[in-house]
């Protein structure tokens, strides 16, 4: 068990990793013991690595792999960490039926088993839940026993040695983890954490650029960090609850909560003098700012292209934010007049949260509203000018959303 202790997922780098793994992957395939020839080939895994289809469909593919081999793996499900939060967030899974912890959210530290493999980077098995956890409670540990998971065999994933996430496998089945099986899991977990870990890292890439490009054409002045990350929290609380209504995976979820800051990447753009003018906009000058939204699409495809992003997966996510979010279900919106449904949700999302912090947020023309002022608001224009489900989300965690702004509070105008 010590060689299987040891193999925690560190990533440390996409491209590096792929090196490294053809090698794994060649040796794995003849010395897995106990094994004949790999069904889980050089070849088939290099497909699902780069087929340039969504995560949660690459997953399922890879699922389909390790079922040919052990069909009594019966869920493998990816869960993120965000280090800033320290937050848990369900992610992608596959279990070919109801999941248990769809749009599911802990903080890491309530977790002590999960803290523990974070702080020693080794895997946790549990050949037995039943045993391991007698009638502990937690929601977590209720929801896995519940669904009828006996065993578990949870990963860490690394990426430059920081914690990224966690992988977990999953039988009906106890005491099934056994050498060749954790031997082979492995292998599949190191395949997987390089599928989550490229997406993840091109995302924050993609992120990371529009800050430094925003910082050195001095726009900071529109959209301040807290105001950035209050609404992509606001946008997360939003969709996790219309997701479900929408047939929207946890996937969705995690894509407008890393897109939501994306919003008005068009307003680079615009001359500050419009955005800061504290009076009312002529009938130009509101075209101006209007265009923002075609800008931004201009911008986003711009850097996919310059910056070598083009493998960010769910682009056209984040191009239906940044294009559509001035969209209003009575088809008055802009820049195309969008009405109801054919508002893609993204976009009806991020329009809710980004207005709601807008509204709440001190401006140079304007001073904060409070939070049932602008609750206020929001309802009474929920359908003409908002998503009704949206608001209605947002509105019903109000706890929530104060502990957001208390979290990220303002700096400067906020």
Not at 2 to 30: N, P
Not at 348 to 370: E, G, H, M, N, Q
């Amino acid at each position: 068990m010590d060689r299987i202790a040891d193999s925690a997922v560190d990533v440390g780098g996409v491209e590096k990793g792929m090196q490294g793994m053809h090698s794994k992957m060649h040796s794995a395939a003849a010395t897995l013991p106990g094994e004949g020839a790999a069904v889980f080939s050089h070849e088939t895994l290099m497909d699902v690595v780069h087929d340039p289809v969504p995560l949660n469909l690459r997953l399922r593919r890879l699922h389909a792999l390790v079922q040919e081999r052990y069909d009594f793996i019966e869920r493998i499900a990816v869960v993120s960490y965000e280090a800033q939060t320290d937050r848990l967030k369900t992610f992608v899974h596959s279990s070919g039926g109801d999941e248990p912890l769809s749009f599911y959210e802990s903080r890491l530290a309530a977790s002590s088993s999960l803290s523990q493999i974070a702080a020693t980077r080794k895997p946790r098995v549990v050949q037995d839940l039943g045993v391991a956890y007698g009638r502990r409670s937690g929601e977590h540990s209720l929801r896995i026993r519940g669904t009828g998971y006996a065993a578990s065999y949870t990963m860490p994933v690394m990426n430059h040695g920081t914690l990224a996430g966690f992988l977990f496998f999953n039988s009906r089945t106890p005491w099934v983890f056994t050498t060749p099986v954790l031997d082979y899991l492995n292998l599949v977990g190191h395949v997987l954490s390089l599928m989550v870990v490229n997406e993840l890292v091109c995302v924050g890439t993609l992120l990371s650029a529009v800050r430094t490009i925003t910082h050195i054409a001095q726009c900071r002045d529109f959209e301040t960090g807290s105001h950035l990350e209050r609404m992509a929290h606001y946008s997360r609380v939003i969709a996790l609850a219309v997701a479900p209504q929408r047939q929207r995976d946890d996937a969705f979820v995690e894509h407008v909560f890393r897109f939501a800051p994306l919003h008005d990447i068009g307003k680079i753009a615009v001359p500050d003098d419009l955005l800061q003018k504290p009076g009312r906009l002529t009938d130009e000058e509101f075209k101006a700012i209007q265009a923002h939204t075609v800008k931004g699409v201009e911008i986003i495809d711009t850097m996919l292209d310059q910056f070598g992003l083009s493998g960010v997966p769910h682009t056209d996510m984040l191009r239906n934010i940044a294009l559509h979010h001035h969209e209003t279900p009575d088809g008055l919106g802009y820049p195309h007049g969008l009405a109801g449904e054919d508002i893609p949700l993204e976009a009806r999302i991020c329009a809710v949260a980004d207005v709601f912090d807008a509204l709440t947020s001190k401006r140079p023309y304007k001073d904060a509203w409070s939070n049932e002022q602008a609750f206020e608001l929001l309802q009474r224009q929920a359908g003409p000018k908002f998503d009704p489900d949206c608001v209605a989300a947002l509105l019903a965690q109000r706890e929530e959303v104060a502990r957001i702004q208390a979290e990220f509070g303002e700096d400067r105008l906020g």
